[in-house]
């Protein structure tokens, strides 16, 4: 069984005695399902699940009168005896539940009622419009909604038997600058070349730990990407479906360019903008993928400096990405070539380590050619981050560095395959540190 980080926080919706029913949403296949289920067996006596994807006769139980009672009468018509409806102690999980809005339309009326508790899941509920073609309004004020991930490097290293006490050691490396002690930093080092191949999708990872098959994993990692594509010419717009795709598919080809600025030249020759950008945004909303735009200034509010036409796009799940380039990319990775692609896989971890804490991704380049990865608050500073290998310079951070009079920068971060350090302004980490960058 994997641990998540998503258990706490159902654990601490479930303590408030003031709680909404709790939307949970994310991509596809990263273990939404799994974990609510785990959690209802934990916390409740009776689970009463439904599928919306699975059996769409269950959005029957939602037409015509919402009242709970009657909603409850329905259900367990459904159900039979295998499921108690029982004030206090039965859960109640609304599986895809994009696929019937008339049922986050009746979270309402559960939060009024208040006797049963409420999870809804859903792969798609970001996409704008999508399964809104009822009448009835989705509530307003009566959900709460939770972003879920797969799995971050933290998480994978749980997995493979790193408990708290050596992520205690790298905090403390980490908060005095100083050196991770060196037979952890090489296992950590194994662990985070493994984790770029596999990614975080739970399948994946419980198949690699398991069996430590590579070509299992791109099996699994690959029907993935199938499906996503499947999902994109079943749910988008007609006239959409086939630029979404070309879009999704575009996007090893960008990060593998040395300007991984995307353009929509490169999804079709010829193609513009005006063509493609409902097509991008439709991923992004999906959960699929991050769009990291480049900014005008370094200065803060980050936000209001983004240049919105500027931008480069990276997957959520950096598995699926390497599953999406040539054969022989992921013997490249194991064999300590972790910057190959023009360190597209590097660049992509990193983006998805900061999308999962929330962050908005930026980046920062400029005609006369400099150009830093990424640009973060931290510390309530505007922060420039870069991804290097051993030999490569920071000369764009460098260059930032020295002029505080117009950048007003004071520190850099910079990730790679060495250990702790600090010269000159610039911080240097080992890449499996990255989940410690948290805070603003």
């Not at 601490?12 to 273990?31: A, N």
């Not at 994978?156 to 002690?181: C, H, M, N, S, Y």
């Not at 086939?242 to 991984?260: D, G, H, T, Y």
Request: charged share 30%; with cysteine.
């Amino acid at each position: 069984m994997l641990k998540r980080k998503i258990e706490d926080t159902l654990t601490r919706w479930k303590q408030d005695p003031d709680r909404l029913p709790l939307i949970i949403k994310g991509c596809r296949q990263c273990g939404k399902t799994y974990s609510v289920l785990e959690f209802g067996k934990k916390y409740y006596k009776y689970t009463a699940y439904f599928n919306f994807v699975e059996n769409e006769d269950l959005s029957a139980i939602f037409e015509g009168d919402l009242s709970v009672d009657h909603i409850i009468m329905l259900m367990s018509a459904y159900l039979g005896t295998s499921v108690r409806f029982i004030p206090g102690k039965t859960l109640i999980i609304l599986d895809e539940i994009q696929e019937c809005p008339n049922a986050e339309s009746a979270l309402k009326f559960f939060k009024i009622d208040g006797r049963y508790d409420v999870i809804g899941t859903g792969s798609l509920l970001g996409i704008k419009g999508y399964g809104r073609s009822t009448k009835r309004q989705v509530p307003v004020g009566y959900e709460t909604l939770v972003d879920m991930y797969p799995l971050d490097f933290e998480e994978f290293i749980w997995a493979q038997g790193i408990g708290q006490d050596v992520i205690k050691v790298l905090e403390d490396a980490f908060g005095k600058r100083k050196k991770v002690p060196e037979a952890l930093h090489r296992r950590l080092k194994q662990l985070f070349k493994e984790y770029l191949i596999t990614g975080g999708m739970p399948q994946v990872v419980d198949s690699f730990i398991k069996y430590h098959d590579t070509g299992r994993v791109l099996e699994l990692q690959r029907g993935i990407v199938r499906l996503y594509e499947q999902d994109m010419l079943k749910y988008a717009e007609r006239s959409d479906k086939a630029r979404i795709v070309e879009c999704f598919e575009s996007v090893p080809r960008q990060l593998s360019k040395e300007n991984k600025k995307f353009q929509y030249s490169v999804v079709r020759k010829g193609g513009r903008a005006k063509q493609y950008e409902g097509s991008i945004q439709w991923i992004e909303d999906a959960g699929i993928a991050h769009r990291c735009r480049n900014l005008s200034a370094l200065e803060l509010p980050l936000e209001g400096n983004a240049v919105n036409e500027e931008f480069k796009v990276y997957l959520e799940d950096t598995g699926l990405l390497v599953s999406m380039l040539e054969d022989g990319t992921v013997y490249d990775i194991l064999a300590g070539n972790m910057y190959t692609y023009k360190g597209a896989v590097i660049e992509n971890y990193l983006a998805g380590v900061f999308a999962k804490m929330g962050r908005k991704l930026y980046y920062f380049r400029k005609d006369s050619g400099l150009e830093i990865d990424f640009i973060i608050r931290y510390n309530r500073k505007i922060t420039p981050v870069e991804c290097k290998a051993k030999t490569g310079n920071t000369k764009s951070t460098r260059t930032v560095l020295n002029h505080p009079e117009k950048y007003h920068i004071s520190m850099a971060i910079k990730f790679g395959d060495y250990n702790v350090g600090m010269e000159n302004g610039i911080l240097t980490l080992p890449l499996y540190m990255a989940f410690l960058i948290r805070g603003v």
